[in-house]
Nanobody
């Protein structure tokens, strides 16, 4: 079990940027992949991006070219740099520690409390 804590959310204008962080209570190296998910009001939680221990990244189509996921194993932290934000990016963002490779991600059971991202148009 690992405790995850997201931070960095807030209010941004369309076209702006935010950087999310997710700190883990223990080593994230034991997880083959880490991911970001998001949940908009009235919608299910959906996968946004994941990064493997090898540094391989994968993104959902709607954020490709705008979002960048990264991990710092020494700090037990992952990041999500979000550029050129759009109103449809408004959601609560969650990080997850799971298993994955370049083509798939399987979420683990542990989730953080989430961080709200609101993009105004």
């Amino acid at each position: 079990q690992v405790q995850l804590a997201e931070s960095g959310g807030g209010l941004a204008q369309a076209g702006g940027s935010l950087r999310l962080s997710c700190s883990a209570s223990s080593s994230i190296f034991s997880f083959s992949a880490m991911a970001w998910y998001r949940q908009a009001p009235g919608s299910p939680r959906v996968w946004v991006a994941h990064v493997t221990n090898d540094g391989i990244t994968k993104y959902r189509d709607s954020v490709k070219g705008r979002f960048t996921i990264s991990r710092d194993n020494a700090k037990n932290t992952i990041y999500l740099q979000m550029n050129n934000l759009k109103s449809e990016d408004t959601a609560v963002y969650y990080c997850n520690a799971g298993q994955g490779a370049s083509a798939y991600y399987t979420p683990g059971d542990d989730w953080g409390q989430g961080t709200q991202v609101t993009v105004s148009s």
